[in-house]
């Protein structure tokens, strides 16, 4: 069974900067993607970053500049530096990872959600 732990949000002030990390365990065979959703509250969950196994990423437009996307594939972890922060950036960040094992096949998983509160 694989999961996805995240760590690294909390309250920050406008301006200021986290870094959040989500490391993937389990019997894992191949990653082939993992990334960053955020959901605030009373709107979708919307991609923020992501990371494909060919060292290619994608980012949301708000965060283009501001936002950093990593990954150590020997440990299967994923960062996401965040810095100028803005209070619109205030969500619950998931982590979103396309993970295959042996005995289920390629699954999307997520992990549980880490809240992040910009001040202004």
């Known amino acids: 069974q694989v999961q996805l732990v995240e760590s690294g949000g909390g309250l920050v002030q406008a301006g200021g900067s986290l870094r959040l990390s989500c490391a993937a365990s389990?019997?894992?065979?191949?990653?082939?993607?993992m990334g960053w959703y955020r959901q605030a509250p009373g709107k979708e969950r919307d991609l923020v970053a992501v990371?494909?196994?060919?060292?290619?990423?994608n980012y949301a437009d708000s965060v283009k500049g501001r936002f950093t996307i990593s990954r150590d594939n020997a440990k299967n972890t994923v960062y996401l530096q965040m810095n100028s922060l803005k209070p619109e950036d205030t969500a619950i960040y998931y982590c979103?990872?396309?993970?295959?094992?042996?005995?289920?096949?390629?699954?999307?998983?997520w992990g549980q959600g880490t809240q992040v509160t910009v001040s202004s």
């Open positions: 389990g019997n894992i065979f191949s990653v082939n993607y």
């Open positions: 990371s494909i196994r060919d060292g290619s990423t």
């Open positions: 979103n990872a396309r993970i295959t094992t042996l005995t289920t096949g390629t699954i999307d998983y």
